[in-house]
């Protein structure tokens, strides 16, 4: 179901009234499948509620929904944005896909932009583009990790296929909508 007025397939139901709102970067569902399996096989299954995802924004004021859904399907009519899996992060506790892409990085600025005194302290931070799939683990088992992959991490290039705007609702997220590229 696509909605015109907001833009984007329409993916969840009502969601609670109050909820923050998150934005990702939406990845290639051959990318997804790859770095899901890593976080399935590495974060503690315990705690690993939601999928793999690259994170644009953790907490958007619920009130903002209607307006950034416009500005997602603006900015989605531009081409989809090349990036590339160019290594690992070392997270405190964990280990992250590093994930470069200057394009989406200016598009999180152009939203960043429109939402210019409504973002959290986590969302005025500088973007590091990433996908978690080991976090809240022991230093040392993180860097038992880092080592096993790095040797077989190869440079991955791929397009993000649109935006995924979502509720954050006790600890897990409901899907709002996906905004697709469509340039």
Do not use: C
């Given at each position: 179901?696509?909605?015109a007025?907001?833009?984007?397939?329409?993916?969840?139901?009502?969601?609670?009234?109050?909820?923050?709102?998150?934005?990702?970067?939406?990845?290639?569902?051959?990318?997804?499948?790859?770095?899901?399996?890593?976080?399935r096989?590495?974060?503690?299954?315990?705690r690993?509620?939601?999928?793999?995802?690259?994170?644009?924004?953790?907490?958007?004021?619920?009130?903002?929904?209607?307006?950034?859904?416009?500005?997602?399907?603006?900015?989605?009519?531009?081409?989809?944005?090349?990036?590339?899996?160019?290594?690992?992060?070392?997270?405190?506790?964990?280990?992250?896909?590093?994930?470069?892409s200057?394009?989406?990085?200016?598009?999180?600025a152009?939203?960043?932009?429109?939402?210019?005194?409504l973002?959290?302290?986590?969302?005025?931070?500088?973007?590091?583009?990433?996908?978690?799939?080991?976090?809240?683990?022991?230093?040392?088992?993180?860097?038992?990790l880092?080592?096993?992959?790095?040797?077989?991490?190869?440079?991955?290039?791929?397009?993000?296929?649109?935006?995924?705007?979502?509720?954050?609702?006790?600890?897990?997220?409901?899907?709002?909508?996906?905004?697709?590229?469509?340039?």
């Amino acid at each position: 179901m696509v909605n015109a007025n907001r833009g984007g397939e329409i993916l969840g139901g009502p969601h609670k009234p109050g909820a923050p709102l998150l934005v990702t970067a939406e990845l290639p569902a051959d990318v997804l499948g790859w770095a899901d399996a890593l976080r399935r096989a590495h974060y503690p299954a315990e705690r690993n509620r939601l999928r793999a995802h690259v994170t644009l924004f953790h907490a958007l004021p619920p009130s903002v929904e209607a307006e950034l859904g416009e500005v997602l399907a603006d900015l989605a009519r531009a081409s989809p944005p090349p990036a590339r899996i160019a290594g690992l992060m070392k997270l405190d506790h964990g280990t992250a896909l590093a994930v470069e892409s200057p394009a989406m990085v200016d598009l999180h600025a152009r939203i960043a932009e429109r939402m210019h005194g409504l973002l959290t302290d986590q969302d005025s931070r500088p973007l590091r583009l990433h996908v978690t799939i080991q976090n809240k683990v022991p230093p040392a088992q993180a860097r038992a990790l880092q080592a096993e992959l790095a040797p077989q991490l190869r440079a991955v290039n791929f397009r993000f296929r649109g935006f995924g705007l979502y509720a954050w609702e006790e600890g897990l997220w409901r899907d709002i909508r996906l905004v697709k590229f469509r340039g």
